[in-house]
């Protein structure tokens, strides 16, 4: 049976992996020259495991006017009267319900929970190397209102994921890169547990063991132009270089999706989040960041990597609302900026690697993952802002129910439709 595998970013790759390690002949069709060159290049670099809260949420919507209203805001709408963002924020309102939102923390974190198993499976048998380590992960609030309902969430939850309630002078003991006063912070979130790596690197390793196999076709720079139906069967895909036929096709193409699944005939709530990082190289008398942080205030992420051999620092965050538009906006990479000289003391001058990219978000921050209303079609894609970490699970789940295995966790949460 062959298997078409639309988009080649850390989903799609990850999928192909797993179904071409389940015997399937495999084609991976993708319109740059080479992998990961989307949302996968150049995100968060957190393996978030334990964090999974979704961005629809009460806290958000109380903030919502704020956020959109505010300059340097870390939230940002500039698609004007987009049809499609009026239909997904319609949901997304609908997501911030406290049930949607339980719902939707735990089916992630079973998600999140698989996803790392799977990623330690690949790396060890593949011996893949990208800088995967356990940093730990600290979650800063500047907020005293905030840092208490965060202290009732690790309360509520117990010992599950090895969170720790830390005070504002213990978040600066166990991390001394934070040029911070104990003044300004209420206190933080600690989870020795959490993971960091480099995605591009992680999707350039599996890149070299997909080339290696038999069973796996590559169609790099190849454009991918609509849908070939047959019977009310996908039966294959127009592209820049002629049509492509297969079994199967799983749709993986990040914040394309949607465009395709129209071309298909029906609607998939994934809107681009537009997003942004930095790599910066600390001078050699900055202090190493130890840990990956989260500043929840700024809604900013910083996670420790290496870059040539030396110690490098990702930072990166916001969620702009923009539709397809790639533009990098100088303003947004200056808050990058602003943050990595107040949180480390870094003064980011030249080299800094800026980058943006669009993250495939659907309303209640669950991916899609099933068969889609096309026969033929399967879904994989709207993992927003948690792609990284969840790839390598909802690439297990979509192998399991393509091979109509039992899946290793449950699949509702995750369906086009979602169970009522």
Not at 77 to 105: H, K, M, N, Q, Y
Not at 168 to 191: K, N, R, S, V
Not at 239 to 260: N, Y
Not at 391 to 402: K, Y
């Amino acid at each position: 049976m062959k298997i078409c595998i639309l988009g080649a970013g850390v989903i799609g790759l990850t999928t192909a992996w797993c179904l071409a390690e389940a015997g399937y002949d495999v084609v991976i069709v993708d319109r740059h020259a080479s992998t990961a060159k989307d949302a996968s290049a150049a995100n968060g670099a957190q393996l978030s495991y334990a964090f999974v809260a979704p961005l629809a949420s009460p806290a958000t919507l109380k903030k919502l006017p704020s956020l959109l209203l505010s300059r340097n805001s870390p939230m940002r709408i500039r698609a004007g009267l987009d049809p499609a963002l009026i239909s997904w924020a319609a949901r997304f309102l609908l997501a911030c319900r406290p049930g949607a939102v339980r719902e939707t923390v735990a089916a992630q974190l079973a998600l999140a929970a698989l996803s790392r198993s799977e990623l330690t499976r690949l790396t060890q048998n593949l011996r893949l190397s990208f800088g995967l380590r356990t940093a730990g992960k600290l979650v800063i609030h500047r907020s005293a209102r905030e840092f208490k309902t965060a202290c009732r969430s690790v309360v509520a939850a117990g010992e599950e994921h090895g969170q720790q309630i830390l005070s504002a002078a213990e978040c600066l003991a166990l991390e001394p890169a934070l040029q911070l006063d104990a003044d300004q912070l209420a206190g933080g979130i600690f989870t020795a547990s959490e993971q960091v790596g480099d995605c591009a690197a992680f999707c350039a390793a599996l890149t070299v063991r997909l080339r290696q196999r038999r069973n796996v076709e590559w169609l790099l720079d190849t454009p991918i132009i609509g849908p070939v139906r047959a019977g009310g069967r996908l039966v294959a895909v127009d592209t820049g270089k002629g049509q492509i036929a297969a079994d199967h096709f799983v749709l993986c193409m990040g914040a394309a999706s949607g465009a395709f699944a129209r071309a298909c005939g029906f609607y998939l709530p994934i809107y681009p989040l537009k997003g942004y990082s930095i790599t910066l190289a600390p001078p050699p008398q900055a202090r190493v960041l130890r840990h990956s942080i989260t500043d929840m205030a700024r809604k900013l992420v910083f996670a420790p990597l290496a870059r040539d051999g030396r110690s490098a620092v990702r930072i990166a965050g916001i969620a702009d609302l923009e539709s397809n538009d790639m533009t990098l906006d100088g303003g947004r990479i200056d808050i990058l900026r602003r943050a990595a000289a107040e949180l480390l003391g870094i003064e980011a001058a030249g080299d800094i690697a800026p980058w943006c990219g669009l993250r495939p978000a659907t309303p209640d921050s669950r991916p899609i993952i099933g068969w889609s209303p096309l026969e033929g079609l399967f879904i994989n894609s709207g993992h927003g802002m948690l792609g990284w970490t969840l790839a390598c699970g909802s690439a297990r789940l979509t192998a399991d129910m393509i091979e109509r295995k039992r899946p290793a966790t449950e699949t509702s949460p995750f369906a086009l439709r979602r169970a009522a």
